[in-house]
């Protein structure tokens, strides 16, 4: 069983950063497939981005592309999220998850099988 617990979120105003943590219970971090997704008010949960199980390999929505950047540290059992040049569409409550199976890329294509969720983070964004 793997536990995720979100962290980081909060208000931002246009044009700034944050930064997002997902720490994971459990010794089997290294063995996840990690994505973030969001969801923003009255709309379907998206995918943000993923990163292989070394850290390798990201994959990004083209939506946040060039502006969020996905790493990991194994050795804490984290996974994080640095978001820049925010805007006010980016505004949901950000969740990870992970999977044993899944691919980076395949996180963005099926959502619906992920292993394990958070509970999520809300960041917003003023204009």
């Known amino acids: 069983q793997v536990q995720l617990v979100e962290s980081g979120g909060g208000l931002v105003q246009a044009g700034g950063s944050l930064r997002l943590s997902c720490a994971a219970s459990?010794?089997?971090?290294?063995?996840?497939?990690m994505g973030w997704f969001r969801q923003a008010p009255g709309k379907e949960r998206e995918f943000v981005g993923a990163?292989?199980?070394?850290?390798?390999?990201?994959y990004y929505a083209d939506s946040v592309k060039g502006r969020f950047t996905i790493s990991r540290d194994n050795a804490k059992n984290t996974v994080y999220l640095q978001m820049s040049s925010l805007k006010p569409e980016d505004t949901a409550v950000y969740y990870c998850?992970?999977?044993?199976?899944?691919?980076?890329?395949?996180?963005?294509?099926?959502?619906?099988?992920?292993?394990?969720w958070g509970k999520g983070t809300l960041v917003t964004v003023s204009s």
């Open positions: 998850a992970a999977d044993m199976v899944a691919t980076a890329q395949a996180m963005g294509a099926d959502q619906s099988s992920m292993d394990y």
């Open positions: 459990g010794r089997t971090f290294s063995s996840y497939t």
């Open positions: 990163i292989s199980r070394k850290g390798i390999i990201t």
